[in-house]
């Protein structure tokens, strides 16, 4: 099962229709795959001292030999001190950002990426051949390499390639799990199998038969690998910053759509208070590269530009801020990391300098002179501010110059006060002092606002006393959750608890540019208050019905604005639409047929008998020679296909591996859009 690998990294194996992807090589010797290796060693390390913990505290609670209970309490302690010392390394390794940033430029303030959560083998083969044999009648050697092809699946897993290769692997054997929990893993039996996964932050190992973790984890994974690749994108390009923006805001929208799906998670990395304290990171790092990337052409040395770039630092400042409270709060902040939370405190002060400077500069270099709209920077003024100095209204302060001057120092002070003060954090954690780009930036910071500030300085002057007033946040570009496509879909609605018609051609025409129907629901779209009388009810049209395609595209996906805007330019000849009828779920089933293969006794499921709706007659009733309910890969159609698929209700004869493959399927039904 093992191939070459691939210049970029990542496995494949050629087949007759496509290739199978593997995660890239364990063995490489990158910083990234041995900051990986390091934790997977952490792990066994800890668990190894937690078993030797858990011994030695069940002998004290059994003896009462006080000369075994002071030998037992002393092998306790050093246990103890063994896992602090090896916490401390994990807490170090979450420390290492500089081998995630990117290696050609040097000059961007470094961001947090998540390290991925690590796990233990699994080994699918002898509990799914026995329950294929004792389940469904089966003899399971004969699917020895779907289920090899599923192991090889979950170990790629463990060494994903940091680009779009690397989440399409992590969302395929994701898309996956659904199918393979209602296959084999009953709530009613146990199979035996176990997920064991590490907390990425404590190094404390979780093990459950429940898939729920497995699913969680991969979750974790997913948004752990966009992080890594936001950290890697190239700040100093505009394509750089867009990939890094999208990038965040997928990671935060991935890890809510986990605290919203899994609530009752026995791993602490991924409790609703990390995942909450994770997202706000993802956000406030986006929100950053936002901002690079408007100051990336340069900040005009203009009014209105500075004191729109002002509040954008602002906003920044405001979102580290929010962060580093979130770091604070108990239990979180027994479990972040240091560098994690010194590391928000010391952008919320450069950020907040950044702004107040901004302010410093519009004031003092740009006067008020009569060609300047009076009013529109009166206005201006006003939003930046949440409440006036000493009753001073905008207005006085853009007309006096001594005003201006003032207000324009106090702004510099607080500007050089907080590069300070993130000076100062930033030498208390040794992490962020080995981060060498971080300090030449807060020292370049500090010095510009020094160097405005004694130019202004007056030494006859006794109105040190003024106090900048805080500077209200603003953007016109806030970072948001990007939710990944297929969280939007219909899972509840196509899945295999419903029995649908075939998709069937209704030809649309508008009359008197009218549809005769309306839209209503998320997707898929559903026709309701159809005119019996339009052309589309006349083709077959039903109330009711979803609609699944317009003309060629696929809408399954799709909202009701986005289909509308399908429908908008309908011209006189009209346009196919295909839609699909929800049948009675009670409707009658033809009866199990079983036969025989090899001595053994072979059960189809009702799906795959040939049933005949206008042949009543129970003996005019045929099966025909169809591939058995648990024909995952169709081996005689494609013997060299090495992607598992796990049966579906879809027996069109499509391949279900070769169909689109959600960007991030859901855990609560089955992922393909194409599925009814």
């Known amino acids: ?109 470094p961001l947090i990426p998540l390290g991925l959560k690590e796990t233990k083998e699994v080994d699918f083969s002898v509990p799914f051949k026995d329950f294929i044999l004792e389940h469904y009648s089966e003899d399971g050697s004969s699917y020895e390499e779907e289920i090899a092809d599923l192991i090889d699946l979950r170990q790629a897993c463990r060494t994903p390639s940091r680009s779009d290769a690397g989440i399409e692997l992590l969302t395929k054997y994701f898309s996956h799990l659904p199918l ?184 003092l270099d740009h006067q008020l002179s009569p060609q300047d709209d009076e009013d529109l920077q009166e206005k201006t003024l006003s939003q930046v501010y949440d409440s006036m100095l000493d009753g001073r209204s905008p207005l006085d302060i853009l007309r006096k110059r001594e005003d201006r001057r003032h207000i324009g120092k106090a702004h510099l002070r607080r500007a050089v006060m907080g590069h300070e003060e993130a000076l100062r954090i930033h030498g208390l954690c040794r992490h962020l002092r080995k981060l060498d780009v971080l300090q030449e930036i807060l020292q370049a910071s500090h010095k510009r606002s020094l160097a405005k500030f004694t130019r202004n300085d007056q030494e006859d002057e006794f109105t040190d006393y003024l106090e900048a007033p805080d500077i209200i946040s603003k953007t016109d570009h806030k970072a948001e959750m990007e939710m990944p496509v297929s969280t939007k879909g219909p899972l509840s609605v196509f899945s295999a608890k419903q029995h649908w018609t075939a998709p069937r051609t209704v030809r649309l025409k508008l009359e008197d540019r009218d549809m005769g129907f309306t839209l209503k629901g998320e997707p898929p779209v559903q026709i309701t208050s159809l005119d019996p009388l339009c052309h589309a009810a006349v083709d077959g049209l039903k109330e009711g019905d979803y609609i699944v395609a317009v003309g060629d595209i696929d809408c399954k996906w799709m909202g009701v604005s986005e289909v509308m805007r399908l429908l908008k330019d309908v011209d006189e000849e009209g ?102």
């Open 1 to 109: 099962m093992t191939d070459t690998i691939l210049p970029n990294g990542i496995q494949e194996k050629a087949g007759q229709n496509g290739y199978f992807k593997k995660g890239c090589n364990p063995m490489a010797l990158t910083g990234r795959s041995k900051l990986q290796n390091q934790r997977a060693s952490l792990n066994q390390q800890i668990i190894k001292q937690m078993r030797m913990r858990a011994g030695a505290e069940n002998l004290l609670r059994a003896t009462s030999n006080n000369k075994v209970r002071e030998m037992v309490g002393l092998e306790l302690s050093y246990v103890n001190s063994n896992l602090q010392l090896l916490m401390e390394q994990l807490e170090a390794l979450n420390s290492s950002v500089d081998v995630y940033q990117n290696a050609q430029e040097a000059t961007s303030i």
């Open 180 to 363: 393979l929990e209602s296959r084999f893993l009953s709530p009613t039996r146990q199979l035996g199998i176990f997920f064991t996964w590490y907390d990425s932050f404590t190094g404390v190992p979780v093990c459950q038969q429940n898939v729920s973790l497995e699913k969680a984890s991969i979750l974790f994974n997913v948004g752990a690998l966009y992080t890594q690749i936001g950290t890697r994108c190239n700040r100093q390009t505009s394509t750089g910053l867009d990939e890094a923006i999208t990038a965040f805001q997928k990671a935060a929208g991935v890890l809510n759509h986990l605290k919203e799906t899994f609530t009752h998670t026995p791993s602490y990395d991924l409790s609703p208070a990390m995942l909450s304290m994770l997202i706000k990171m993802m956000l406030s790092q986006a929100q950053e590269c936002l901002f690079e990337k408007i100051a990336l052409s340069g900040i005009r040395n203009e009014f209105f530009s500075l004191l729109k770039m002002a509040q954008e630092a602002a906003k920044v400042g405001d979102s580290y801020d929010q962060v580093h409270q979130s770091m604070s709060q108990t239990p979180i902040k027994d479990n972040v990391p240091f560098f994690w939370s010194t590391m928000a405190q010391v952008k919320t002060h450069h950020y907040r300098s950044l702004a107040h400077y901004f302010v410093a500069t519009a004031l």
């Open 575 to 676: 346009i196919d639409i295909r839609v699909v009828s929800l049948m009675d779920s009670s409707q009658p089933m033809p009866t199990k047929s079983a036969t025989y293969c090899g001595g053994l006794p072979k059960t189809y499921s009702m799906i795959c008998l040939a049933f005949d709706d206008h042949d009543k007659s129970p003996k005019g009733r045929k099966v025909s020679k169809k591939g058995s309910f648990l024909s995952w890969g169709l081996k005689n159609r494609l013997k060299s296909s090495s992607t598992l698929s796990l049966p579906t209700a879809d027996f069109s004869g499509t391949l279900p591996w070769n169909k689109h493959c959600p960007t991030f399927p859901s855990s609560s039904s089955y992922n393909d859009p194409a599925l009814y």
